[in-house]
């Protein structure tokens, strides 16, 4: 009975909803609003090699990349006050010789291509924040391997509080830089492109390592 | 031919979310999921958009499974 | 100059986030203070400025319909209430072993705070969408933070329900990008079509949306429980601040007024239920979060009949409804259980506190609630709809039956002598909130000249 | 080269359809993942190597090249974890019934 | 009928965002409410980086070899902000169900009810 109310709502919703979406400009076509206005301002502006994704991300629209990394740090810090207290952790599996091995052979390798990623964000597809999930993806096939203990050893315990927050941390400090270099908060120099660039190294190398503790931990936080 | 490979995709799209919604089996709904991310993530790099589809394979497709995965395990003792 | 505060106002509540957890549990609450005095000081001054026209700014030098623009209007000075009311929330809790104060728990509070922040100054729709999220899931953490049964489930609705919220907000934002190539706020509204199916199902996923974390009458169902559940402190942040969040994203609609039936008949709607429904609660803060849904009915009612006096109401309400929830915070505190007959007595100055803010919710003349009842009511005989008048005094009588049967299970019960007045820690915030929505009421009608819609 | 190409990227789409038709018509799990397993080393890989071979020398012959190497490494030992897990959960492999 | 075989992709995705819509509302785990909500979100993904799409576009990347049309960058960055927020929705909706499985034994929504 739930069900079929249920589905009833969702065909009732959806009915208006196609009929809407049917009703946008042609998908594809140059000449509706979303190709002709700002958009086509990026493009025309565009440096000669460049991801221009990352451009916006970063610059352009650098106010919704600092608040990204702050919704995933917002999610570590309120799955970290969820924790339970004085919860045992799952015992540690016992893991097979085969796969063990081969984790442990491909675990460099994935961390070399994953800063790969990081550091070329900004002129081929990649970035920060696709880096920082296949860091943290290795912590968490180290860990569903070898158990989380295992895992907890990739992170320095000292460091953590700061290395969670690096994400947001490069970004204000960018922030500053900018508004001195620039004279507004978040810009980019173009006229000093040694900074440029280390500005924008140095921002994708925080979103990496920070979005990658984050991930690491929210794993650890559910699993012990 | 460009249209027909969008189409299957699409459909194809459609059956794997339906997959998950009707699976009575939470492991294989979170399988059937990764599945359906993957194959917007072909999609959307068949679209020209690679940097989406590499976060979505990465973040949607593999941390967001892992963690489903995890959860499941820890509360289907 | 001046216009740098604007993204300085964001980043301090949001680096003093990210920094918490470096601190220890005693420090952290210090910090937290802190961190949201240095905010107040600073939106304070903007609010000050506000008197010369709007500040804006763009990020990274970016001329406005290419890059991000803040800006700080008259909504955007509702920051001050965020900073002074997460402030007082720390400080009622700190020294408390809670989940609250832990380094995490100050994290948490101050991220919501600067998440709102930025949702009050952002001019760009995708930038108030982040932002919201932001908030939104700081809130559900803060909900769990509380150690009571069910909490978990009270949070993971409200998590449910806010989520499915914000990806509605999010399909609007796209749909809205798509037919105006552009995000700005004021960019969008030049260029929006006329109609057409489109545009309606935007305008729609942005009021369900919004209703939706402003807690409107038939889809308030999360509200009663993740705000009953919460600790105290957190409560008077969710009720005071973060559903306004709601209502405030609704001003930022484009097209708002095309919504005019709709938004009088759910705010009517709210009015009425919320006030029917908290008159069968026995839970003092289930009452208490029940009249947030009333209230918030009121300020909807507000966009479509009086949008100064629903402006008026969101502040004052905001500061009202948080002295309640401390007050109800320092009861149990005491009582250490939610059974709280015969209290009143044991905690004079408490009680006369939580009764000047019923005062206050219920809308008489001298304090805080007036104002804007007032105008909204002016609103609708000026408008020619005298039933919604009708539906506002039928509502604040039914909230009066409400806050006096509460009264006087409170005070005219034996009185219980193993309970001391509250410390003083909760005793100054209380007392402080209570002060400033006296001294709210009194200044209403240079506050409707300054919001002056 | 082209010739090459064309037959490498046929026996892998037979054995990528042989595959298939194990997954689906196969008795018990261990024999399943054995048929899986197959369509991801031999049938994925030579349908890489003939695009490798396609595309000719260069950057993107060589990353191809990769794939081949970490698809050969990944997929036995996935299937060899799977088989495994399936052991420690007591699956019993399917055996011809006596008589 | 024409108009809805014009924009089938959007189409599409709409009847994703229902299939969502429908299981976070009818099903009784709050695990695969979750995955519903995934699901919605992905939906409206699709369909930003549809509505940046243009005919015969490249991606948006320049330097040797690109050709203009590019793809609007722009929703690309808007859908991979939308991915971590939907990532991190999950992370926090997951550690929720921790935490009420841990109270109540169990995530299925008829063996809680009343406290639903």
């Known amino acids: 009975m739930k069900g079929r109310l249920a589905a009833a709502f969702a065909t009732g919703v959806s009915i208006p909803m196609i009929a809407a979406m049917a009703a946008l400009p042609r998908h594809g076509s140059p000449d509706q609003p979303i190709h002709t206005h700002v958009a086509r301002h990026y493009i025309e502006q565009a440096p000669e090699s460049a991801n221009l994704v990352t451009q916006v991300l970063l610059d352009y629209r650098g106010m919704d990349t600092f608040g990204e990394v702050v919704v995933i740090f917002a999610a570590l810090v309120a799955v970290l006050v969820l924790r339970a207290r004085g919860e045992r952790p799952l015992p540690a599996p016992s893991p097979s010789p085969i796969v063990g091995f081969i984790v442990r052979l491909v675990t460099p390798f994935f961390a070399l291509f994953a ?66 270099t620039t004279g507004f908060a978040l810009g980019y120099p173009a006229h000093l492109p040694v900074l440029h660039e280390a500005m924008l190294v140095g921002v994708e190398l925080g979103i990496g390592i920070g979005g990658a503790v984050i991930f690491s931990r929210l794993y650890l936080a559910m699993e012990a | 031919m460009n249209e027909l490979f969008d189409l299957v995709l699409l459909g194809l799209l459609v059956l794997t979310a339906l997959a998950v919604a009707r699976s009575r089996d939470l ?51 | 100059m001046t216009p740098h505060w604007l993204p300085v106002l964001i980043a301090i509540p949001i680096a003093g986030g990210v920094l918490a957890p470096v601190f220890s549990r005693r420090t952290a609450s210090v910090w937290g203070l802190g961190v949201l005095a240095a905010t107040l000081g600073v939106a304070l001054g903007l609010t000050g400025l506000l008197a010369d026209g709007v500040i804006s700014y763009p990020m990274g030098g970016w001329p406005v319909p290419f890059g991000i623009e803040l800006r700080f209007d008259v909504l955007s000075a509702f920051a001050t209430a965020v900073a002074l009311i997460s402030a007082l929330a720390i400080w009622f809790s700190s020294g408390s072993q809670g ?42 953490g803060m909900v769990a ?43 969008v509204r030049l260029r929006l079509p006329d109609g057409g199916l489109p545009l309606y199902l935007a305008l729609g996923g942005f009021t369900a949306g919004f209703l939706l974390k402003a807690a409107a009458f038939p889809l308030h169902v999360w509200l009663p429980d993740a705000h009953a559940t919460a600790p105290s402190a957190v409560s008077a942040i969710l009720s005071g601040l973060v559903v306004k969040m ?63 006096g629903a402006t008026i109401h969101i502040l004052n309400h905001a500061v009202v409804k948080a002295a309640l929830f401390l007050a109800a915070g320092a009861f149990i505190h005491r009582a250490g259980s939610r059974a709280l007959e015969g209290i009143g ?23 805080a609630g007036f104002t804007g009842k007032w105008l909204v009511t002016l609103g609708a005989l000026h408008a020619g709809r005298p039933v ?38 909760m005793l100054v915030p209380i007392l402080l909130l209570v002060a400033l929505s006296l001294v709210l009421g009194l200044v209403g009608g240079r506050l409707a000249e300054f919001v002056g819609f | 080269m082209s010739v090459v190409a064309v037959a490498l990227g046929l026996l892998g789409a037979f054995f990528f359809m042989a595959g298939t038709v194990g997954l689906l018509r196969l008795p018990d799990f261990y024999s399943r993942a054995h048929a899986a397993a197959k369509c991801d080393t031999v049938g994925a890989g030579s349908i890489l190597l003939a695009l490798a071979i396609a595309l000719g020398p260069g950057l993107a012959g060589l990353k191809l090249l990769g794939l081949v190497i970490l698809i050969l490494i990944a997929g036995p030992t996935a299937s060899h974890a799977l088989a495994r897990a399936a052991d420690r959960r007591g699956i019993e492999p399917w055996t011809r019934e006596e008589g | 009928m024409s108009p809805l075989l014009e924009n089938l992709d959007y189409v599409a995705t709409t009847i994703l965002f229902c299939i969502g819509l429908w299981t976070l509302i009818a099903d009784s785990n709050l695990i695969k409410k979750v995955m519903g909500l995934n699901i919605m979100e992905t939906a409206v ?72």
């Open chain 1, 115 to 180: 800063f790969h990623v990081i550091l070329t964000g900004h002129e081929a597809p990649g970035g920060g924040l696709q880096g920082a999930a296949i860091l943290g993806g290795l912590v968490l096939m180290n860990g569903i391997v070898f158990g989380p203990e295992r895992a907890r050893a990739f992170l320095p315990t000292r460091a953590l509080p700061w290395l969670q927050g690096a994400g947001p941390l490069a970004f204000l400090a960018a922030g500053i830089l900018g508004g001195i």
């Open chain 3, 345 to 367: 007595r044991s905690m004079p100055v408490t009680t006369a506190a939580f009764a000047v803010g019923a005062m206050a919710v219920i809308g008489i003349p001298p304090t």
């Open chain 3, 388 to 425: 919604f008048a009708v539906i506002l005094l039928l509502s604040s009588l039914i909230l009066a039956l409400c806050y006096a049967r509460f009264l006087v299970a409170l005070a005219f019960r034996p009185a219980r002598a193993d309970i001391r007045e509250a410390p003083v820690r």
């Open chain 2, 27 to 77: 492991a294989g709904a979170a399988i059937l999921f990764a599945a359906y991310s993957l194959t917007l993530c072909l999609l959307w790099q068949h679209r020209g958009a690679p940097d989406v589809a590499l976060t979505e394979a990465a973040v949607g497709a593999g941390v967001t499974t892992f963690l489903f995965l995890v959860v499941i395990a820890r509360t289907s003792e």
């Open chain 3, 145 to 187: 933070m509380s150690d009571e049964r069910g909490a978990g489930i009270a949070a993971f609705r409200y998590l449910l329900m806010g989520a499915a919220a914000s990806i509605v907000i999010l399909l609007s934002v796209g749909l809205l990008y798509t037919l105006t190539g552009s995000l700005n706020m004021g960019d």
């Open chain 5, 45 to 116: 993904f699709a369909f930003i980086v549809t509505s940046g799409m243009i005919e015969g576009g490249d991606a948006p990347i320049t330097g040797p070899g690109a050709e203009l049309p590019f793809m609007s960058p722009i929703p690309h960055a808007l859908v991979l902000t939308g991915i971590v927020v939907a990532v991190s929705t999950t992370a926090v909706a997951l550690a929720l169900l921790l935490r009420v499985h841990r109270e109540h034994g169990t995530l299925d929504i008829d063996e809680l009810r009343g406290r639903w």
């Open chain 3, 99 to 140: 989940r609250v104060t832990s380094p995490e728990g100050i994290a948490v509070l101050l991220l919501c705070a600067g998440g709102m922040v930025g949702f009050l100054l952002a001019a760009d729709y995708f930038t108030l969408f982040v932002f919201l999220e932001i908030l939104s899931i700081s809130a559900y």
């Open chain 3, 246 to 308: 709601g209502v405030i994203g609704l001003l930022r609609t484009p097209g708002l007024d095309q919504l005019h039936e709709l938004l009088l008949w759910i705010g009517a709607a709210s009015l009425l239920g919320g006030a029917l429904f908290a008159l069968v609660q026995d839970d003092l803060k289930r009452l208490l979060a029940y009249s947030t849904v009333s209230n918030i009915g009121l300020i909807v009612l507000g966009l479509a009949l009086h949008r100064t």
